[in-house]
């Protein structure tokens, strides 16, 4: 899973995307540290009755820019932090993706083989039932009903070959192969023994660390410097700057400026329309940090819960069901019993494996949710490993 992972984060385009708007945001972030370039400006004039031309020069600068300049500053550096959690945003849904369809391909690679010993043991069923049939012993009730359990069950391992190919195809694209024959043989996950922390405690994880609250908080910030830049609308545009004639050979020099008269636009629908994006921002805020809390709870309580019920199959269900198995077959050894009994148990604990690889599926698949609505793995209370922590070795070449 290690590889896996380390393949997506090089080859998702979406992580590339966010990559981009940063580079974008660092850009904006430079660009506001800049000085404006001053104006210059140049007028002849030929008096009719000829003679040498008048000239007039000037050199102006925009003041507004320059009293602005700290604020633009502050916004653009926000918005640099807000694009810059926002490729956190995509690095933990690729891995979580990632996760969750290694674990989909390792809980098929699994279930298929118990499908198919299912299906060799219904066999047997059917045989046996036509052979009671045949003897008188049986019905044909019987061997219809079995008949049909083992066509259901073909369609039941058809249905999951093919979930197995478009899961092993879903991770090839994710590693950036999608042409790849997708045959790896995937190391079978194993359920860490890791201590869980109470819920209160994730979900204050998650309320400092999530990258989704962090980018609103920056992108409130943002919209506070901008809010703060709309006072300075009365004065848009504010130039001050240096003006010098040259008439009759002689030179006159005196400084100038220009100033709006605000009668009709003192900035205030610019000052409105900030005030309107920084409320805004904050329901976002508060809707995000809810839906935090949400994914949180609902993914502590899921794992929990599946984490008890894969214990129960896995220490009582299991051992119950080969204690059976074993039963039946000294009741059949000893001539206390037909066959019918030792193969429905068989069946049985086949059916209790197919069960339990499914729960250790739900079960990683819970745990990859919660470390994904705490922001990470590495920020987990009381967790310090990977679900997967061993590299698995994919044979595959990538792709250029």
Request: proline fraction near 6%; glycine fraction near 4%; aromatic fraction near 4%.
């Amino acid at each position: 899973m290690a590889e896996a992972v380390r393949r997506s984060l090089r080859h998702d385009p979406s992580i590339q995307i966010t990559l981009a708007r940063v580079r974008a945001a660092a850009a904006d972030s430079h660009q506001a540290r800049l000085l404006p370039n001053p104006i210059v400006s140049v007028v002849l004039r030929w008096p009719e009755s000829g003679g040498s031309p008048t000239v007039e020069a000037g050199l102006a600068a925009e003041l507004l820019s320059l009293l602005r300049k700290p604020g633009e500053i502050d916004a653009a550096d926000k918005r640099l932090q807000a694009a810059s959690a926002r490729v956190l945003i995509s690095v933990l849904d690729v891995v979580a993706e990632t996760q969750r369809r290694f674990v989909e391909v390792q809980s098929l690679d699994a279930l298929l083989p118990v499908l198919e010993q299912r299906a060799r043991l219904l066999d047997r069923l059917v045989k046996l039932a036509r052979q009671r049939l045949d003897a008188g012993e049986g019905t044909r009730l019987d061997l219809t009903t079995l008949q049909a359990q083992r066509v259901d069950l073909d369609v039941v391992i058809t249905e999951r070959q093919i979930d197995n190919r478009t899961a092993r195809l879903a991770l090839a694209r994710l590693i950036g192969e999608p042409s790849a024959t997708a045959d790896w043989t995937l190391d079978p996950w194993r359920l860490p023994d890791i201590p869980m922390a109470g819920e209160s405690a994730w979900v204050t994880a998650a309320l400092k660390q999530r990258p989704e609250v962090q980018a609103t908080i920056w992108q409130i910030e943002a919209l506070g410097a901008d809010v703060r830049l709309a006072q300075w609308a009365l004065l848009e545009p504010l130039e001050v700057g240096v003006e010098a004639e040259r008439d009759a050979g002689e030179w006159s020099i005196g400084s100038g400026a220009t100033v709006p008269l605000p009668l009709f636009d003192w900035g205030q629908a610019k000052r409105e329309m900030a005030e309107a994006a920084v409320l805004e921002s904050l329901h976002e805020l508060t809707q995000t940090r809810r839906t935090v809390v949400e994914e949180v709870r609902t993914a502590h309580l899921a794992h929990i819960r599946l984490l008890d019920a894969y214990r129960k199959a896995n220490d009582q269900l299991i051992p119950l069901l080969e204690q059976r198995l074993k039963q039946a077959e000294s009741a059949f050894r000893a001539g206390q019993s037909d066959v019918t009994p030792l193969i429905l148990a068989e069946q049985d604990l086949q059916a209790g494996h197919a069960r339990l690889i499914e729960l250790e599926r739900r079960t990683a698949e819970s745990l990859i949710d919660l470390y994904r609505a705490v922001g990470g793995p590495a920020r987990t209370p009381g967790v310090a490993e990977h679900p997967a922590s061993a590299p698995t070795q994919l044979t595959n070449k990538e792709e250029p």
